[in-house]
């Protein structure tokens, strides 16, 4: 006999074992009850009762241990709470890089990027100390697989509370044209503007924050 046959052999006569006790027990309990001569009808009526409402507990429990948990998805409510970036094109590019009554600094970065990571916290503390003096604006230069992923963990990571963006176009040469002629592709690269649109200052590479802040005291200069 196989083992797989013994433990259906088992099993079946373990059910078996379990219905014949439980009907021993139902029989013991009626016997008692019918042999109780005071109220006896009462008394077996209630026995009915009990019995019954037991039955009914036991099959309601086990109904709603059949119910399955609703799991929270921790991932879900984790996405929800990290900051939008949103998908620009070549087009969408030219009107971002276009300032809107302020000075305007724009950090063009990426994931991967190691001197991205590295000079972010102070390109954070910039925006905070400018925050109302200037526009700043990040655009990733990450696959768009990541507008949901890597980019805005970064962003909550690093606390960014400026609006971010995610470049995707099919020719970054003519993007990168159109942001500045000194910019050869390399990140990160930094460009800062003043109100009426003209380029003062841009940086491929880690920025010096002594020299940037300087420059954008410049722009604030009336």
Known sequence: MTSSQSLRDFLATNKHE??????????????????????????ILFCV??????????????????????????????????????????EALKNLIKPNGKP???????TWCDPCREEFPDLVKIGADYKDKIDLITISLDELSEINGDVPKFLAEMKSETPGYLLKVPDEGAAIAVV??????G??????????????????GKFNTAILRAEIEKTLVK
């Open 18 to 43: 379990r219905t014949r006790k439980k009907s021993e027990k139902k029989f013991v309990f009626f016997r008692i009850c019918s042999r109780l001569n005071f109220y006896r009808v009462p008394v």
């Open 49 to 90: 009762i009990f019995l019954f409402a037991g039955n009914s507990l036991a099959q309601t429990r086990k109904a709603k241990s059949k119910i399955p948990v609703k799991k929270t998805s921790i991932v879900a409510s984790t996405t929800a709470n990290l900051p939008k970036v949103t998908q620009i094109d070549a």
């Open 187 to 204: 990140l990160p690269f930094t460009i800062l503007f003043k109100a009426n649109g003209e380029a003062i200052y841009s940086k491929q």
């Open 180 to 185: 500045s002629k000194d910019w050869q592709g």
């Open 104 to 110: 305007l600094l724009i950090n063009f970065w990426a």
